[in-house]
C-alpha cells in the first residue's frame, strides 16, 4: 500500500475537547452570575461549583438537571458534554 494513501487513526491530532466547567463558567459569566450566586440557588456546595469550573469535577446526572433550572441549558447537554471530554481523555490516556 502506498504510503501516501494511509490513514492512521492518531489521537493527538483530534480536536481538543474542552471540560464542561468551561462551558458552565461562561455560561455564568453571560448571566451575569457568581459563583457564589449560582451555588446558592441550586443547593450545591461552592466548593463542588469551583471543582467543576477548574475542570477537577464531573458534572452527574443531579448537577446537571440543577444547571438546566439557572442556565437553561438542557441537562442531557450537560452529560453529553461531561461524557465526550471523559471519552476524550480516556482516549488520550490510551494514546500514551
Known amino acids: 500500500m502506498n504510503t501516501q ?3 492512521f487513526f ?5 480536536p481538543a475537547v474542552y471540560h464542561p ?5 461562561e455560561k455564568l459569566q453571560e448571566m451575569g ?3 457564589k450566586e449560582f451555588a446558592t440557588k ?6 463542588v461549583i469551583v471543582s467543576v469550573i477548574k475542570g477537577q469535577g464531573s ?7 440543577t444547571f438546566e433550572m439557572i442556565t ?3 441537562a442531557y447537554m450537560w452529560l453529553r458534554h461531561q461524557k465526550s471530554y471523559d471519552d476524550f481523555i ?6 500514551l
Open 72 to 74: 437553561k441549558i438542557p
Open 21 to 25: 466547567g468551561e462551558t458552565l463558567y
Open 10 to 14: 492518531d489521537p493527538a491530532k483530534l
Open 33 to 35: 452570575m457568581e459563583v
Open 59 to 65: 458534572i452527574t446526572p443531579k448537577m446537571a438537571e
Open 5 to 7: 494513501t494511509r490513514h
Open 42 to 47: 441550586i443547593s450545591i456546595p461552592e466548593e
Open 90 to 95: 480516556a482516549r488520550k490516556k490510551t494514546s
